[in-house]
Every structure is written in C-alpha cells, then in structure tokens.
C-alpha cells in the first residue's frame, strides 16, 4: 500500500529550527520528485518546495529561499524539509506528496501535479 507519513513537526519559537520527514512506502521512490506544502487555517495550500528523484534538483518558494533546505535519503526512502529561521507566518499544516509521474521535474510543483498526499504533520511558530 502506497504510503508518505510525515513527522517532526511541532511548537518552536520564531527564529527557531525543524526537520520534517517524509517517509515513503509501497512505491520505488527514487523514481519520483517528492514536493512539499503547506496549507495555514484560512488559507489555501500553498507549494514549499520540491526535489527531484535524484536529489540533483531542488526547489523552493520564494518565501521560504534561503531558509528551508529539501533534502533526500534514497536508501532511506525518506525526504526531509530543514527548516531554519522559523517565521509565525511559517504556522501551518505541512504536508509532503508525490508526483504523478516518474521521472518529472521541479520546475514547477503546483498542487495538481502531485497524486498521493501524506496525513500532514502540525507546526506552529509562537513565542
């Protein structure tokens, strides 16, 4: 059965930091780009970030550059979401997906183009 559950999120305090872990099951995941998004209360979900199957590429929204780091453990089946110099606008539901397709990019990584969606981890940015 084809599974992404995510973990590590929690409460942090601004400026603070947060790993999330993707971790996939029931599919060859070293064929498919792994995105992530978010989704804050009120708000529609919005694309964090994405890798390649690789690992080779990578990318980011542009409020999140130079902040969070999309990284990637094949032999691991795990991608993760480093999180750095965490903002209360950060707050939201995270959640990590999988593309349609094998092989596809990140050149772009609207919500569309992802087919299976893990449960969302929680992470809240409050002193």
């Known amino acids: 059965q084809l599974q992404l559950v995510e973990s590590g999120g929690g409460l942090v305090q601004p400026g603070g930091s947060l790993r999330l872990s993707c971790a996939a099951s029931?599919?060859?995941?070293?064929?498919?780009?792994i995105g992530w998004f978010r989704q804050a209360p009120g708000k529609e979900r919005e694309g964090v970030s994405c890798?390649?199957?690789?690992?080779?590429?990578?990318n980011y929204a542009d409020s999140v550059k130079g902040r969070f780091t999309i990284s990637r453990d094949n032999a691991k089946n795990t991608v993760y979401l480093q999180m750095n110099s965490l903002k209360p606008e950060d707050t939201a539901v995270y959640y990590c997906?999988?593309?349609?397709?094998?092989?596809?990019?990140?050149?772009?990584?609207?919500?569309?183009?992802?087919?299976?969606w893990g449960q969302g981890t929680q992470v809240t940015v409050s002193s």
């Open positions: 029931g599919f060859t995941s070293d064929y498919y780009a």
């Open positions: 890798i390649s199957n690789s690992g080779a590429r990578t």
């Open positions: 997906a999988r593309r349609w397709n094998p092989y596809s990019s990140c050149s772009s990584f609207q919500e569309g183009e992802f087919r299976y």
